[in-house]
């Protein structure tokens, strides 16, 4: 079983923050022709957790007012934790677009056993840039699909996430997806820092030092790995 799942959430921070929305969509995945079976559930929940109010930035984001939960239920009486309790075994896969937010959020409430794909990890290595769920689904095909679509509601960016999972599917099996998330990738061009746009091999030729620190001291495991993977095709330099 692949689950399928995103969270709005209070504000951005995982640990002081909370759930108050939570969809979940499962399919049914047949490995030997690497794809998805007919989708199984499908669900979204609101929920109210705690006295937690929804920050601004928030409501800017998903449009969740405190009305909307005011009488909501606590996420573990809800449909969408039902379906990722009774499916919580290590041979099934959870699917998110940054899945370390979302799944962090989760486990406040359920210890999770899946294997988790981030597809975030997975659309960095394969386009070798950061790529946001709204620049997939430009990039990938999706733009007249969704183009009634209302994103920052849970369901919807569950239902985009499927379509871009399934792509990937045309590349990688989950269990390659889930070697890509576990390591460092490339990346084609800066995704931070005063350089930010430019490629490693620009900035490299521009300013070497510059790839040198980063190489020793950025905190981005991708940047870093990137960074000392161009240095070493360049000095065979080692850390």
């Not at 509601?153 to 792509?167: N, Q, R």
């Not at 900035?203 to 980063?214: A, G, K, Q, T």
Request: glycine residues 2%; hydrophobic residues 35%; contains cysteine.
């Amino acid at each position: 079983m692949i689950i399928f799942v995103d969270t709005e959430t209070t504000g951005l921070d995982k640990e002081k923050d909370d759930i108050i929305q939570i969809a979940v969509i499962a399919y049914e995945y047949n490995e030997d022709n690497n794809c998805l079976e007919e989708e199984e559930i499908r669900t979204k929940s609101f929920c109210k957790n705690s006295d937690i109010p929804i920050s601004f930035d928030a409501m800017a984001t998903h449009n969740i007012l405190e009305k909307h939960i005011k009488n909501a239920p606590h996420i573990t009486s809800s449909s969408s934790y039902q379906t990722l309790l009774f499916h919580n075994f290590s041979h099934n896969f959870i699917v998110a677009h940054n899945a370390q937010f979302d799944v962090g959020m989760i486990e406040k409430y359920l210890k999770l056993n899946y294997k988790i794909i981030d597809t975030l990890k997975v659309a960095k290595f394969h386009f070798k840039r950061p790529c946001s769920l709204q620049y997939l689904k430009h990039r990938m095909g999706f733009s007249e699909k969704y183009e009634e679509t209302i994103f920052h509601d849970a369901l919807s960016d569950t239902s985009l996430l499927v379509d871009i999972f399934k792509e990937f599917l045309k590349s990688y099996t989950p269990e390659k997806m889930i070697s890509v998330c576990n390591s460092p990738c490339e990346l084609e061009n800066l995704p931070l820092g005063k350089y930010r746009g430019k490629s490693f091999q620009e900035v490299f030729e521009e300013d070497p030092n510059y790839i040198v620190w980063m190489a020793k001291n950025i905190d981005d495991e991708d940047c870093k790995f990137t960074a000392a993977k161009l240095l070493k095709e360049k000095y065979s330099w080692r850390k």
